[in-house]
């Protein structure tokens, strides 16, 4: 019953997936990591589809994420919703 965590439970690629859970997501905010985590914990599970051309597109939606999103996706939803609110109070006008 007794665990414990060391170093040696966590390899590169675990600290590297850590890592991009926190940048994909947004790294100002609480919120921006648990998102970038969800979504890139779905990610695989919606691509199943693909097989064996997974990680090419896994490699491609992270790399598309850092590109155009470069706060994070919370940055991007937040982004977005300043637009549809001021959309929407201009049509209000």
Known sequence: LFTYISPD???FF???QVLVMLY???SGTVMGPVLGA???TLL???LRF???YYMAFYGLGIVTIFRFAPTGLLGL???F???TRGATKRGLS
Request: neutral net charge.
């Open 44 to 46: 695989p599970e919606w």
């Open 81 to 83: 919703c300043a637009r």
């Open 77 to 79: 939803l937040e982004r």
């Open 14 to 16: 675990e600290s590297v």
């Open 9 to 11: 439970n966590f390899s």
């Open 38 to 40: 969800v979504v890139l």
């Open 50 to 52: 693909v097989k064996q």
């Open 24 to 26: 994909a997501g947004g």
